[in-house]
């Protein structure tokens, strides 16, 4: 009798012991996923301001941009974008007077770096001078 009531007992205390342990792999594994996937997320959503303006200054290391509201002056990196209308392009595209759009990042100690330059050519205005003379003839 007393092997009939020991059996079930240490079933169940195995049972309870199995069953308990993926619930502490489980909390560890989530947990730790949270924690590693954390920090990424806040490095790569560096805030991206937008600004709008046009090109006062331009070297290889920097553009500065004035807008009414304020003048920027910020760094280029490999890792900046250009465009030109809506295709690729290099910073030797852009030049002083360019209108220009685009945004940039402020890092801990305040300096700004350009993550996008977009320049616009109005092609309705490089149009109406082609149609003007074109119909004078």
Do not use: C, R, W
Not at 35 to 61: L, V
Not at 113 to 124: F, P
């Amino acid at each position: 009798m007393k092997i009939n009531l020991i059996t079930p007992a240490l079933v169940a205390i195995v049972g309870l012991a199995l069953a308990g342990a993926p619930l502490t792999a489980q909390a560890e594994t989530s947990s730790s996923t949270s924690t590693s996937t954390a920090a990424p997320e806040k490095k790569d959503k560096a805030k991206k301001t937008p600004y709008m303006g046009s090109i006062t200054a331009i070297d290889a290391k920097s553009v500065t941009v004035a807008s009414s509201a304020k003048t920027l002056t910020l760094a280029i990196t490999p890792d900046t974008k250009f465009k030109k209308d809506k295709e690729e392009a290099t910073l030797s595209d852009f030049a002083v007077g360019d209108k220009v759009t685009g945004s940039y990042s402020k890092d801990d100690s305040g300096a700004l770096t350009a993550n996008s330059l977009h320049k616009k050519t109005d092609k309705t205005a490089a149009a109406k001078p082609a149609a003007a003379s074109s119909a004078s003839n």
